[in-house]
């Protein structure tokens, strides 16, 4: 499966921004989906997942309430909405698939889409 991420810019803390992931060559549902990210100097982290019959989903207590994954099958596409965010989101955010479940552990997405980038103004 090929992943193509977008949907990042700059925005005003409070704001929000939707990302997506539009899955190709594959069909998206066959697999767990999520988004990490990563800040300059910072280690990649894990932000939400979803699973792959898509009732599942996992956050990181960072964006937990604030930011919401979910899927569109017709798409072949998986979102993340943010809202409220934070200086602290900003980061470059990546989509990865698995075909098992790989929670919020990137060592087991073995798919990944370019990043997209997030920029967060006080």
């Known amino acids: 499966v090929q992943l193509q991420a977008s949907g990042g810019g700059l925005v005003q803390a409070g704001g929000s921004l939707r990302l997506s992931c539009a899955a190709s060559?594959?069909?998206?549902?066959?697999?767990?989906t999520a988004w990490f990210r990563r800040a300059p100097g910072n280690e990649r982290e894990g932000v939400a997942g979803?699973?792959?019959?898509?009732?599942?989903?996992y956050y990181a207590d960072s964006v937990r309430g604030r930011f919401t994954i979910y899927r569109d099958n017709a798409k072949n596409t998986v979102y993340l909405r943010m809202n409220n965010l934070k200086s602290e989101d900003t980061a470059v955010y990546y989509c990865?698939?698995?075909?098992?479940?790989?929670?919020?552990?990137?060592?087991?997405?073995?798919?990944w889409g370019q990043g997209t980038q997030v920029t967060v103004s006080s």
């Open positions: 990865a698939a698995a075909l098992s479940s790989g929670y919020l552990s990137d060592v087991v997405y073995g798919y």
């Open positions: 060559g594959r069909t998206v549902s066959n697999y767990a």
């Open positions: 979803i699973s792959r019959n898509g009732r599942s989903t």
